[in-house]
C-alpha cells in the first residue's frame, strides 16, 4: 500500500517541511532505507546518517525539523510514540481485518461467536464461551468453557485459554500464551509426598494488555490473578496464582513473580527479575533485570537492582568496592604486614 507524505502526516499528526506529495510505500531504519520508504531520526548523534540515508522521506522530532537532512520531513513531538502510529500503517501481517470461521474450527453450540470474528483452523471453543466483535483467533486456539473474550482481540496460534478466564478489549496474546493453568500450590503430607490444592479461581485480563509469547499465566487458587488495564507482558514470563498486576506496568522476558504477589502501576522490571510471594510492590517501582525482591516495598518510585536486591544506587556503590574485593584484599594484609612489623620494632 502506498499513502502520500501529506497523508502520513495527517494520519500521524505531524508537521511536513518539504513536497508532501511524494509517496511512501514502507518504513525502515537510516541506514537500510530506500527509495520510497521513510526513515526516522530521534537524536542528534544520527544526523550525518541521516543526510546520507536513501530514504525518501524523514520522522524527526521538533527540535530537529530545520535541520536540512536532503528529503523532505515529517516533525512530531515524540518520535517513538509517533513511529508506532507510522508502522500501524504499514502493517500487513495478519492484523488485517480478516471475518469468518474456518470449517476446520470446532465451536460448541452453546458458544457465542460474534458475526464480524475470524477463527482460524483447528481452533477450538468451548460451550458457554463468549468471542466479542472484530475479534481475531488464529488456528489452534484453545477457549474453554464459560471463556468470556472482549472486542478487538488478537489471539494467536497455540494460545490455550482455560475455563471460566475472562480476557479483556484489545488485548493481544501471542503464540503459545497460557491463561488460567493452575498455580503451584501442594500441602506437604507427614510422610513427605505432596497433596494438590484445588485452584477454583480464574484469571482477568483487562482492557488494552499485550501478553509475549510463550507466557504463563496461572489461576487463583481461589478468587482471580488479576492483569490490570495496559499491562504489557515480554515473551516468557510466569505470574504465579493470585498475582496481581497494576494497570500500565511492563514487565521483560523470563521474570518470574510468585503467588499473591501485588504490583502496583506503572512498575517496570526487567528480564530474568525474580519476585518472591505475598509481597507488596509500590507504584512506579523499577527493577533491574536478574534482580531478586524478597521484601515489599512502600515507597513509590524506587529503584531496585542486585539479588537479593537493595536501592539501585546503593547497588552501583557496592559493587564498585566489590569488584576490587581482590585488591583491597591485598593491601589490607600489606598493611597488616606492616603494623606488625612496625609492632616488633616497637617491643625492640
Known amino acids: 500500500m502506498t499513502y502520500t507524505l501529506e497523508k502520513i502526516a495527517e494520519q500521524i ?40 540515508s536513501k530514504a525518501s522521506a524523514i520522522l524527526v522530532h521538533r527540535d530537529l525539523e530545520n535541520i536540512d537532512l536532503n528529503v523532505p520531513t515529517i516533525a512530531v513531538e515524540n518520535v517513538y510514540s509517533s513511529l508506532a502510529d507510522l508502522l500501524s500503517i504499514f502493517n500487513n501481517s495478519y492484523h488485517a481485518a480478516e471475518t469468518g470461521v474456518s470449517d476446520l474450527a470446532f465451536i460448541h453450540n452453546k458458544a457465542f461467536v460474534h458475526k464480524d470474528c475470524h477463527i482460524g483452523a483447528f481452533s477450538i471453543i468451548e460451550a458457554e464461551a463468549i468471542i466479542g ?25 497455540g494460545v490455550k485459554i482455560y475455563g471460566n478466564c475472562v480476557i479483556g478489549d484489545n488485548v493481544i496474546i501471542h503464540s503459545n500464551v497460557i491463561v488460567g493453568s493452575d498455580g503451584f500450590g501442594f500441602a506437604p503430607m507427614k510422610d513427605g509426598s505432596f497433596k494438590k490444592i484445588p485452584h477454583i479461581g480464574n484469571v482477568v485480563v483487562e482492557d488494552n494488555v499485550e501478553i509475549g509469547a510463550g507466557t504463563v499465566i496461572d489461576r487463583a487458587t481461589m478468587g482471580s490473578t488479576l492483569i490490570r488495564k495496559g499491562v504489557k507482558l515480554d515473551n516468557l ?8 498486576i497494576g494497570k500500565n506496568t511492563v514487565i521483560a522476558a523470563q521474570a518470574g513473580i510468585a503467588g499473591s504477589t501485588k504490583v502496583g502501576e506503572n512498575c517496570q522490571i526487567g528480564g530474568q527479575a525474580g519476585l518472591v510471594g505475598h509481597l507488596k510492590i ?61 609492632g616488633d620494632s616497637e617491643q625492640k
Do not use: W
Open 237 to 244: 514470563i510466569q505470574i504465579a496464582h493470585n498475582v496481581e
Open 133 to 157: 466483535q472484530h475479534s481475531r483467533l488464529m488456528g489452534q486456539v484453545y477457549i474453554g468453557k464459560n471463556v468470556t473474550i472482549g472486542k478487538n482481540c488478537i489471539i494467536y496460534p
Open 282 to 342: 509500590a507504584d512506579r517501582t523499577l527493577i533491574q533485570a536478574q534482580s531478586g525482591l524478597t521484601k515489599s516495598t512502600r515507597k513509590e518510585g524506587q529503584k531496585f537492582y542486585g539479588s537479593p536486591a537493595i536501592d539501585y544506587d546503593n547497588y552501583l556503590k557496592s559493587f564498585a568496592i566489590y569488584k576490587n574485593l581482590p585488591d583491597l584484599q591485598a593491601r589490607i594484609r600489606e598493611l597488616e604486614k606492616k603494623l606488625d612489623a612496625l
Open 13 to 52: 499528526g505531524g508537521v511536513i517541511s518539504g513536497d508532501g506529495s511524494i509517496e511512501i510505500n514502507g518504513a525502515s531504519n537510516l541506514e537500510n532505507a530506500q527509495k520510497g520508504e521513510i526513515a526516522f531520526l530521534s537524536n542528534d548523534r544520527y544526523i550525518q546518517i541521516a543526510k546520507h
